[in-house]
Nanobody, 121 residues
Framework: QVQLVESGGGLVQAGGSLRLSCAAS????????VGWFRQAPGKEREFLAA????????KYAESAKGRFTISGDNTKNTVYLQMNALKPEDKAVYYC??????????????WGQGTQVAVST
C-alpha cells in the first residue's frame, strides 16, 4: 500500500504562489505515475498535471498550462506542484495520486487526503 500526504496549501492573495508537496511512503513513486487533481465544492475532480518517472514525461490540462508546473524527486519520493498567479477560481482541495499516466481519477490507485487552497481578492 502507498501512503500519500499533501502539504503546502493555505490562503493566499490573488496573484500569489504556492508550492504543494506530495510525500509518499510504503512504496516508491518509481513504480507509478503521479498526478495532481483538484476538486472544488459541487464540482467534479479535475485533472491538472501528471508525471511519468521512467522518461520524466509530464503533461498538463489546458487549465493548468502556463501557471502550474509539476516536478519531482524520486529519490525522496516527493512530487511538487508549483502554482503561480493564483486566481479565486483556483480555490479547491488539491490531491496527489499514484497510478497510471492518465488524465481521469480512475487512472489512479492511491490518493492523498488533500490540501486546501484558498485565494482571496
Amino acid at each position: 500500500q502507498v501512503q500519500l500526504v499533501e502539504s503546502g496549501g493555505g490562503l493566499v492573495q490573488a496573484g500569489g504562489s504556492l508550492r504543494l508537496s506530495c510525500a509518499a511512503s510504503g512504496r516508491t513513486f518509481s513504480d507509478y505515475a503521479v498526478g495532481w487533481f483538484r476538486q472544488a465544492p459541487g464540482k467534479e475532480r479535475e485533472f491538472l498535471a501528471a508525471l511519468n518517472w521512467s522518461a520524466y514525461l509530464v503533461k498538463y490540462a489546458e487549465s493548468a498550462k502556463g501557471r502550474f508546473t509539476i516536478s519531482g524527486d524520486n529519490t525522496k519520493n516527493t512530487v511538487y506542484l508549483q502554482m503561480n498567479a493564483l486566481k479565486p477560481e483556483d480555490k479547491a482541495v488539491y490531491y496527489c495520486a499514484a497510478g497510471d499516466y492518465g488524465v481521469v481519477p480512475r487512472n489512479y490507485y492511491y490518493w492523498g487526503q488533500g490540501t486546501q487552497v484558498a485565494v482571496s481578492t
